[in-house]
């Protein structure tokens, strides 16, 4: 057992830190945040060039660089810090697990080589229902083909997407019954995208219609007419615990530049810092981002076992959830306080700390919020007859 | 980074389970699950038998090195002793301050008389230990220490004088560490003493205290002239704030796992009490045993992290938020407890006031969040060490 990283992995997280910290500086995320995709292609292009962080996770047979889901979390956890806007969460945290867990080796070869190829995918999986993840879509099979059609909302990044995965359900199916997952093309006849103005303007969410969109069976992921929901739970457990690494990652900055202003700010004559009322907040925030930290490395290690078969998804399941819950309320609760240890100048604009507190909001109620995974949690501890 | 233990700790774990299985039975059926902190007053002498038994067996002390009776037991080791330890139901270590606190003290600043003279004692579990740092104006503030030792040249002994309090398992116990002022003109941390009281002796007078559980757990310990031999003082006469802080050092280690499984245990009884009595249906207590869960869970991983050791080698963070965070969690399991009990959290096993041991777990959390540093001389320690924020100025005393 060794619970800490490796002189590797050290070293992976020591290049994305230096790298991010460089190119997401406060200026430059604010200069993305009002381009029109919301990043800026040209970074994009540096990072899947010369970072080549899109093939972190994809498997050395498939020509990626074949490393786990504990490198993928320490690079995820230094975007977080900087708020980097980019749309590599899109394709490394939500195309790439669905690829992986639900494709065929040929799917796999031809739609991971585009991601490798520095193409933006994401994944389409909400409907109206903001809470849990209800599938609006509709697949219908006709003389054709398959037919699309309906809305899918809250789609990472969907607006500047080369290809999507979209989670349909059969026409007259319910529930957990009859998902189906499929490969899609954004500038397909039929599909019709709609950037959704944001509150976190560091993070673009689009709303994607599908109208009569017209699918050959090659294009269904597994190319095998079952039940995919419980793939689909399983790639938002994988794509939950790269959200809650840059959580981690926000909720660490958070912190770090509100004792960096309090050690600056005198009022009475002393450094605000110290004040135990202001003291005694850090340190609340210093355990939240520690503890979540702790669940995140915990998550990932078990994301790695899950990819290499050696655990089951309810595993997955639970240690997707715990960090996921953990994490997205120890992110909020730090950029919260944050605002607060900032005083006045928290509210304005010119700080960063409010761009934290949005993001946190946002990565908070993505992919289910604490309560959420909390309540699906109490079904495992509860509705079950095991104790475990 | 990985999370399995190798073929050979499971091996361990294997040989640990077994000999808990066929020697925690018969006579010592009834201190399963008991002991520990809120139930150190029950059952005893079985549990100093016990401690015997593990002590014949080789399962005391197995971190030490093998010199002192040890098994130089790997940390993986440990943490799987102390897993399964509490898995099995293991009664809370009588003899754990010696194990822990004192003898590793000794192994690093004890001399060698020392070490033969106390060491062998802790080892095969016949010597309790007990802690004697707190005092009336020495709480938070523990370096106010007004306990003082005098060296009396003609009958070459140190005189200890004073009171200590809080004092756990005092009347149980053997012997005392005491940190007493050996320089009666210095202040604060400087000129103290770090001594080992026997307890049996006429200088030295125990008075339980009543807790708010109705039993006594701690105690006041009164020192009139009791006496110390020359060698019985660990380091100088002035060293005593050093020694004393290293061996708090010692207490953050891997006895937190076996203090987890205790906690996981105290879990699964109101998990199962709420499958019972319908809590399980509440969509609030759902929340809060999910949110409880989730704590236990993070706790082991944050433990976990601090035994593979940080990072960068140093004091690690997530080692400075133990005590805050674990003392939090299980205050707000205690609630939970009484909240899943419901209206029957207010009616008592019997008179006088027999509390079941949910209830018990209840009232002593609230302990928890004060003893071995308050939460709030907690957060200060993480801001000032941590986060190198400013110390609060002082107060004249």
Redesign the interface.
């Known amino acids: 057992?060794?619970?800490?990283?490796?002189d590797e992995?050290?070293m992976i997280r020591d290049t994305a830190e230096a790298f991010v910290s460089e190119v997401s500086t406060s200026a430059a995320v604010r200069s993305a945040m009002a381009l029109p995709d919301g990043y800026s292609a040209d970074l994009w292009q540096q990072i899947s060039t010369e970072m080549y962080w899109q093939a972190l996770s994809i498997p050395e047979a498939m020509d990626g660089l074949g490393l786990g889901y504990?490198e993928l979390a320490a690079t995820l956890e230094q975007t977080g810090r900087f708020l980097l806007c980019s749309p590599l969460v899109a394709t490394v945290a939500l195309a790439v697990p669905a690829i992986r867990v639900a494709a065929t080796e040929a799917q796999q070869q031809a739609y991971l080589g585009r991601i490798l190829a520095g193409q933006v995918a994401t994944l389409a999986y909400a409907g109206r229902q903001t809470h849990g993840n209800a599938i609006d879509v509709r697949a219908t099979s006709t003389d054709q083909g398959i037919h699309l059609n309906g809305i899918s909302r809250h789609v990472l990044n969907g607006q500047s997407a080369d290809f999507v995965v979209v989670a349909a359900r059969e026409i007259f199916a319910d529930g957990e019954e009859g998902v189906s997952l499929w490969f899609v093309d954004c500038d397909s006849h039929g599909v019709a995208i709609k950037a959704l103005p944001t509150m976190d303007q560091t993070r673009r969410l689009a709303e994607m219609q599908f109208d009569n969109l017209l699918l050959t069976p090659t294009q269904r992921l597994g190319g095998i007419a079952q039940c995919q929901r419980h793939l689909l739970d399983s790639i938002l457990d994988l794509a939950a615990i790269a959200v809650a690494a840059e959580q981690v990652g926000g909720a660490q900055q958070a912190l770090d530049i509100s004792?960096a202003y309090?050690?600056e700010r005198v009022q009475f004559g002393?450094?605000i810092?110290?004040?135990?009322a202001?003291?005694?907040k850090?340190?609340?925030m210093?355990?939240k981002a520690?503890?979540a930290?702790?669940?995140l490395?915990?998550a990932?290690?078990?994301a790695d076992?899950f990819l290499l078969g050696t655990i089951s998804a309810a595993a997955l399941a639970e240690a997707a959830s715990?960090t996921k819950?953990?994490s997205s309320e120890a992110f909020f609760f730090n950029a919260g306080c944050g605002i607060q240890l900032h005083g006045g100048v928290g509210i304005t604009a010119e700080y960063d700390i409010q761009l934290y507190f949005k993001r946190a909001n946002a990565l908070q109620s993505f992919l289910g919020n604490a309560?959420y995974h909390?309540?699906r949690?109490?079904k495992q501890?509860?509705?079950s007859e095991v104790?475990s | 980074m990985k999370l399995r233990f190798s073929a050979a700790d499971e091996a361990f774990r294997v040989e640990v389970a077994d000999w808990l299985r066929d020697n925690l039975c018969g006579e010592f059926d009834v201190i399963r699950f008991r002991g520990g902190p809120g139930d150190e007053h029950s059952f005893v002498d079985e549990r100093k038998a016990w401690e015997r038994k593990l002590g014949d067996a080789g399962w005391t002390c197995i971190g030490w090195p093998k010199e002192w009776g040890g098994r130089a037991a790997s940390i993986e080791q440990q943490v799987i002793f102390n897993e399964e330890y509490a898995r099995a139901g293991g009664p809370g270590r009588i003899g754990h301050i010696g194990e822990t606190l004192m003898g590793p003290t000794l192994i690093a600043y004890g001399s060698d008389a020392q070490k033969a003279n106390y060491l062998p004692s802790i080892r095969s579990g016949d010597a309790i230990w007990c802690q004697g740092y707190s005092e009336p104006s020495a709480g938070s503030d523990l370096a106010n220490v007004k306990t003082k030792a005098v060296f009396d040249e003609a009958a070459q002994v140190w005189h200890i004088s004073g009171q200590k309090v809080w004092t756990s398992l005092a009347h149980e116990s053997h012997y005392c560490f005491v940190v007493a002022r050996t320089d009666l003109q210095a202040k604060g941390h400087k000129g103290l003493g770090f001594f080992m009281v026997a307890m049996d002796q006429p200088g030295v007078t125990i008075r339980p205290i009543e807790q708010l559980t109705g039993t006594s757990e701690f105690n006041e310990v009164f020192f009139d002239n009791a006496i110390c031999t020359p060698g019985d003082i660990v380091g100088q006469p002035g060293e005593g704030w050093q020694v004393a802080m290293a061996l708090l050092g010692f207490e953050r280690g891997v006895s937190t796992l076996g203090q987890q499984m205790l906690f996981q245990n105290e879990f699964n009884d109101i998990v199962r009490l709420a499958k019972a009595n319908g809590a399980d249906r509440d969509p609030v207590l759902r929340q809060r045993i999910a949110e409880a869960h989730i704590g236990l869970r993070i706790m082991r991983y944050n433990t976990l992290r601090v035994l593979s050791g940080s990072d960068e080698g140093e004091l690690s963070a997530e080692g400075m938020i133990y005590k805050l965070y674990w003392s939090s969690w299980h205050r707000n399991l205690g609630k939970l407890a009484m909240d899943v009990m419901g209206a029957d959290s207010e009616i008592l096993s019997a008179q006088p006031y027999e509390l079941n041991r949910l209830q018990s777990m209840f009232l002593f959390t609230r302990a928890d969040t004060i003893y071995g540093g308050t939460n709030q001389i907690q957060r200060n320690l993480i801001a000032e060490r941590a986060l190198g924020m400013p110390r609060e100025p002082r107060g004249n005393s």
């Open positions: 057992m060794e619970f800490k990283f490796t992995q050290l504990v004792v309090v050690k002393r450094t810092a110290s004040y135990q202001i003291k005694h850090c340190a609340d210093m355990l520690e503890s930290r702790s669940s490395y915990y990932a290690c078990i076992e715990i819950a953990y309560s909390r309540e949690l109490a501890l509860l509705d104790l």
